[in-house]
């Protein structure tokens, strides 16, 4: 080969770079213009569908769906529409390669739900549903003056929510309480409230947990708050509450449960959230079970009942008593791992 033939060939594939640069930034196959079109042949299918409730946002082809789902079948529904709203062939055929599903069921909107989790010393993620932005702005305001560090508010408005009387001293109540703990987490869902963490000494415990028995009229909190070195101070009334104090045990988000990608191990944030949910679970009263449900996915049964397994060796090491943990494999089951309480009573 010449010299000047391999100018020639280094000039044009030079050309050929800048060509597919300037394409892909500002051609009609731009990233920005793929997103645009995914995400409006998206939203028009499911408003052809009748899921206007649900909205979609992308990033590149990672589509996001969020919204109040009036039942878990029509939740499904919409993420296969959003999959087949452009043709397929996800990353070679510039279609939708992959649905994030940030969606709720209407039957957590009604009113409003929210959780709390303390970050660092002193400061507060609050994340949720509020039922109108004014609500959002009263908990933002009142949990960045309650703690000294502030808070990080990440409250979606639930198209259709409610607000229930004595929400507002009811999340009052629940903030001020966990800004008195060392560490911890407080969850509110309608009328079901619910606190867990760790105090400084045994005296702030017991104040706390007094404080919590004395919630506005028809709600209902369940605690458990840990004082360093003495026992838990528990007030949990039956399954229900010690279903609510699970749920704060439980991570900020449920998608965020997961294993390592084919493999047994939880991953280091669930491991976190398993052995919190063990250390509450031997604290509720009488003798209810934990069903854990462990979802079969691609790796098959024998991936998931190997997880399974390491599941329960987790959470019997940090307190939960194996014979009330009934840990079964899901076929069709939405997310890795969802948990229940069963009652023992009756």
Not at 170 to 178: D, P
Not at 188 to 194: D, F, I, V
Not at 259 to 273: I, L, N, Q
Not at 315 to 327: D, S, Y
Request: charged share 20%; glycine share 10%; aromatic share 4%.
């Amino acid at each position: 080969m010449t010299q000047r033939t391999k100018r020639l060939l280094l000039m044009a594939a030079g050309a050929w770079l800048v060509l597919t640069a300037l394409a892909v930034n500002f051609g009609p196959v731009s990233v920005g213009t793929l997103e645009r079109r995914l995400q409006a042949n998206a939203q028009d299918a499911l408003d052809r569908r009748g899921y206007s409730w649900a909205q979609v946002r992308m990033d590149g082809q990672v589509a996001t769906l969020t919204g109040a789902a009036p039942d878990e079948d029509q939740q499904q529904a919409a993420i296969a529409i959003v999959r087949a709203s452009t043709w397929s062939g996800g990353r070679v055929a510039g279609g939708i390669s992959r649905v994030v599903d940030e969606m709720v069921a209407e039957t957590r909107s009604r009113g409003f739900y929210i959780r709390g989790d303390m970050i660092s010393a002193g400061r507060v993620h609050i994340s949720g549903g509020a039922a109108t932005d004014a609500m959002r702005q009263e908990i933002g305001s009142f949990s960045s003056a309650t703690f000294s560090q502030g808070s990080a508010v990440d409250l979606t408005i639930v198209p259709g929510g409610e607000e229930i009387a004595g929400w507002d001293e009811a999340v009052r109540r629940l903030l001020g309480q966990l800004a008195r703990l060392e560490q911890g987490s407080i969850y509110l869902s309608g009328t079901s409230a619910a606190l867990i963490g760790e105090a400084a000494n045994p005296q702030i415990a017991r104040s706390v947990t007094r404080a919590l028995v004395n919630m506005p009229e028809g709600y209902e909190a369940a605690s458990v708050v840990t004082p360093s070195g003495a026992p838990a101070e528990v007030s949990i009334a039956g399954s229900a509450g010690c279903q609510t104090v699970l749920r704060a045990a439980r991570s900020a988000d449920e998608d965020e449960l997961r294993f390592d990608h084919g493999g047994v191990e939880p991953s280091p944030f669930t491991e976190v959230a398993l052995r919190r949910m063990a250390r509450v679970f031997q604290a509720c009263p009488g003798e209810p079970t934990l069903r854990i449900g462990i979802g079969v996915e691609e790796g098959g049964a024998e991936l998931a009942a190997s997880r399974a397994d390491r599941v329960r060796a987790l959470m019997v090491q940090a307190g939960a008593p194996t014979e009330r943990l009934n840990i079964v494999l899901e076929n069709n089951q939405v997310r890795l791992l969802q948990f229940e309480v069963e009652s023992d009573e009756g």
